[in-house]
């Protein structure tokens, strides 16, 4: 039901950088925790980052430092500004949007952005 468009993926040389959004469609935006997930060919996916609705955020400790996530809750936009890139970065990354009503969860997912980071 809620849609999430993102952007910014890329090809960059190791130690570039580039900025994700995630534009989602409600204006309910401010009431869910956010987060980018990134999944490798042959890998799971995994956190990256997460933002509260309130701006706190947590950080897998490979990207702690690198990246910063960060909410616009008036435009109803996740970004995630990504520096000193590294091959191991190399993945799509998937916008997520999680609410939590009467003990149910309820996630939401964008299409995902390809980072390709070469060497």
């Known amino acids: 039901q809620v849609q999430l468009v993102e952007s910014g993926g890329g090809l960059v040389q190791a130690g570039g950088s580039l900025r994700l959004s995630c534009v989602a469609s409600?204006?309910?935006?401010?009431?869910?925790?956010m987060g980018w997930y990134r999944q490798a060919p042959g890998n799971q996916r995994e956190l990256a980052a997460t933002?509260?609705?309130?701006?706190?955020?947590t950080y897998e400790d490979s990207v702690k430092g690198r990246f910063t996530i960060s909410r616009d809750n008036d435009k109803n936009t996740l970004y995630m500004q990504m520096n000193s890139l590294r091959p191991e970065d190399t993945a799509v990354y998937y916008c997520?949007?999680?609410?939590?009503?009467?003990?149910?969860?309820?996630?939401?997912w964008g299409q995902g952005t390809q980072v390709t980071v070469s060497s």
């Open positions: 997520n949007a999680r609410r939590y009503i009467g003990g149910l969860r309820y996630d939401y």
């Open positions: 933002i509260t609705p309130n701006g706190r955020t």
């Open positions: 409600r204006d309910i935006f401010g009431l869910y925790i």
